[in-house]
């Protein structure tokens, strides 16, 4: 939690957690990180670090309820990230399997960001 990025990455994983309760998939919200400029949108992020890991930066932040939810939900099944083959996505290979993205709403990235 004392990493600069881990904060502000948190912040854009707690809009992101937003974004698919309102509907979006998940290739969709990172797609519009993407389309930003960033490497990797937040869902990605998440999965590759953990699932674990996440919450417990998110806790220690004390980011909005809906992330934590989300993690805690994840995790009870078992659903660690890329290591387990399932978090935010289904991984295989070593490379998150894409629900095909649909084109972010016009303020995506700026939710993200």
């Known amino acids: 939690p004392g990493f600069l990025i881990s904060r502000v990455l948190m912040a854009s994983l707690a809009e992101a957690v937003a974004m698919l309760d309102e509907g979006a998939g998940p290739a969709t919200v990172d797609r519009a990180a993407t389309a930003f400029g960033m490497a990797v949108g937040p869902l990605e992020w998440a999965d590759r670090i953990g699932l674990d890991a996440c919450l417990s930066v998110a806790e220690r932040l004390a980011v ?43 303020d995506a990235a700026d939710r993200l960001i």
């Open 64 to 106: 909005p309820a809906p992330l934590l939810d989300r993690l805690r939900a994840k995790l009870a099944q078992g659903h660690r990230g890329a290591r387990s083959g399932r978090g935010f996505y289904l991984w295989r290979g070593g490379r998150p399997w894409q629900w095909p993205a649909r084109t972010p709403p016009i």
